[in-house]
């Protein structure tokens, strides 16, 4: 089983002609809610290629909250340790998007920062019996760190994605993750170098594995990714698909809830063919728009795959 102890946030998306000015009021013309949060985009992409899933967050007592609750029902997901709280509004992201698909963002974390260690010891005969756990940062770090702690001393292992990333890390995150998985930016932020092409990932890949994490891997977007390890000291590079993207947004998720997956159900499978095959199921979700609504079911892909 895959547990996921992350975000849920609801995207609330207008769509304009332009960015409005300060003070402006404009009108848009189209508004839609969706669903996201990277903690929970990744656990919907695992469950719907077949991994059990449990999802361990926090959000809020509202009509949000109880919308997201179904909407992980409606995945498959466990949502026995998805906790509701009062003290807090569900996480949102208000996003504008113009015709020239330029964006403006905020979000509120909301909820998700009130998930606490207490929390997580509740969820302890989940976790401890799962096979692999991811985290992200879109929750408190010390519940992040506590998370991966405990996952560790159960034996779980535990797939590390440090986004949204911050150039001050806590330097344990390298120590607990087993994998470690970042995209082009992030790895920017985190090691200092630039990270444009294949060659200067492998070099911000060998930084990121100096820091104490076996595995590190950084995605590319049409460029694929590039993974380095502890035991094949020389970075690989593994191509996607040539496709046509129509949304990119979640194709990092999308990658990271795959490779969760296949840790957890085919362990013995060689990592490059496990990022292989990641790459191929992103490359299937930047060809729909939407985040969660792009991810494809495994009743949709190639047999091949599984
Ligand atoms: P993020 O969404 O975090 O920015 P990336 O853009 O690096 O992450 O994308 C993650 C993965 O999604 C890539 O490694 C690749 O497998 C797939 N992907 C992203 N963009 C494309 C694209 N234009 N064509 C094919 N695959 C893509």
Redesign the pocket.
């Known amino acids: 089983a895959v547990v996921v102890v992350g975000s849920c946030m609801t995207d609330l998306v207008s769509l304009t002609s332009r960015l409005p000015k300060t003070g402006e009021t404009i009108h848009g013309h189209k508004f839609f809610i969706g669903f996201g949060g990277k903690g929970a985009n990744q656990c919907v992409q695992a469950a719907r290629l077949g991994a059990k899933t449990s999802m361990v967050c926090k959000v809020g007592k509202d009509s949000f909250g109880n919308d997201y609750i179904e909407n992980l029902k409606q995945n498959g997901i466990s949502t026995e340790f998805t906790y509701q709280t009062q003290d807090a509004a569900t996480g949102t992201a208000s996003i504008i998007v113009d015709d020239e698909g330029q964006n403006i963002i905020v979000i509120v974390a909301g909820a998700n920062l009130f998930l606490n260690t207490e929390d997580l010891r509740k969820a302890a005969s989940v976790i401890s019996r799962a096979k692999v756990m991811i985290c992200q940062l879109e929750i408190t770090p010390a519940t992040s760190l506590e998370a991966l702690t405990m996952a560790r001393s159960n034996g779980v292992r535990t797939l590390f994605n440090p986004a949204p990333a911050a150039a001050d890390l806590d330097p344990q995150f390298y120590a607990l993750s087993d994998v470690f998985c970042c ?2 930016s992030e790895a920017e932020i985190l090691t200092g170098l630039t990270v444009g092409s294949a060659a200067e990932a492998g070099q911000a890949a060998s930084v990121l594995l100096e820091r104490g994490c076996p595995v590190a891997i950084i ?4 460029g ?2 590039v993974v380095l390890s502890q035991k094949e000291p020389v970075p690989k590079h593994i191509p ?2 040539r ?1 046509k ?1 129509v949304d ?1 947004t ?3 998720d ?2 990271v809830g795959a490779l969760a997956f296949y840790l957890a159900y085919y362990p013995d499978m060689p990592l490059e063919e496990m990022l292989r095959r990641a ?1 191929c199921i ?2 299937v979700s ?1 060809q729909a728009a939407g985040t969660q609504s792009s991810y494809p079911h495994k009743k949709d892909l190639p047999l091949t795959l599984f």
């Open positions: 995209n082009e995605t590319l977007g049409a694929g990714c996607t698909e496709v993207a990119t979640g194709a990092g999308s990658f790459n992103a490359a930047v």
